[in-house]
């Protein structure tokens, strides 16, 4: 099994959509959690970390499930400038530093 | 907003020859760490750096790599004798705590 597993995508949807990207993570003592965007050939940009308890940013909302090893991210309204490509990100087996990425989930928002 | 700077934007050398790839990470970060996507592919981390010596490398980390933190505020990558598999973006993060790491804008290293 992958460390992390996402929907490679594309996803393909209207301004103004609603749209979910999933995660799963093969290290159950994995103890942090983030999504990263990464637009074409540019840095991975912290989008935000993902609390056991949910949490919610403006329009971006992050789920944690412990017990099924399932992360996940909800983006409402759907802008433009959210096309890029998601990244679903744990840390690594040895330590808290070791950031292991997903392949990424393409969005792209249409007008 | 502090950021993550990271120089040259692109290398290009030739196979066998060494590179020292430079990045300037946020001020009052503590934990530092390279990090190197081939095209099309993931993000893959290499190296982590606290308190002046690597805390964590990878398997793709061998004797060929090294990094240093030169001075206060610098932070480098050497590739030793780079090969063409060496080609790719090379990222720099940085942290303040163990946790949230924050990237610098990359090197795109080709080796011909």
């Known amino acids: 099994r992958k460390e992390v597993e996402q929907d490679p995508g594309p996803f393909n949807v209207p301004e103004g959509a609603t749209v979910a990207f999933n995660c799963t993570y093969s290290?159950?003592?994995?103890?942090?959690f983030f999504w990263y965007r990464q637009d074409c050939r540019k840095e991975p940009k912290l989008l935000m970390s993902?609390?056991?308890s949910g949490n919610e940013d403006g329009r971006f909302t992050a789920q944690l499930n412990r017990a099924s090893q399932y992360i996940s991210l909800l983006i409402r309204d759907s802008k433009l400038s959210d096309s890029a490509t998601y990244l679903c990100?744990?840390?690594?087996?040895?330590?808290?530093?070791?950031?292991?990425f997903g392949k990424g989930t393409k969005l792209s928002v249409k007008p | 907003e502090p950021e993550v700077t990271q120089t040259p934007s692109h290398q290009v050398t030739q196979m066998g020859q060494e590179v020292i790839l430079r990045c300037v990470p946020i001020?009052?970060?503590?934990?530092f760490y390279w990090y190197r996507q081939i095209l099309g592919q993931k993000v893959e981390f290499l190296v982590s750096?606290?308190?002046?010596?690597?805390?964590?490398k990878s398997e793709i980390f061998d004797d060929q790599f090294s990094v240093e933190r030169p001075d206060g505020s610098n932070f480098t990558l050497k590739i030793r004798s780079t090969k063409l598999e060496d080609s790719a973006m090379y990222f720099c993060?940085?942290?303040?705590?163990?946790?949230?790491?924050?990237f610098g804008p990359g090197t795109r290293l080709t080796v011909t």
């Open positions: 993060a940085s942290s303040e705590m163990v946790y949230e790491q924050y």
């Open positions: 290290n159950s003592a994995s103890q942090s």
């Open positions: 993902v609390y056991s």
């Open positions: 990100v744990v840390n690594g087996m040895r330590s808290q530093g070791n950031l292991i």
């Open positions: 001020s009052n970060h503590l934990y």
């Open positions: 750096f606290y308190n002046n010596e690597i805390s964590e």
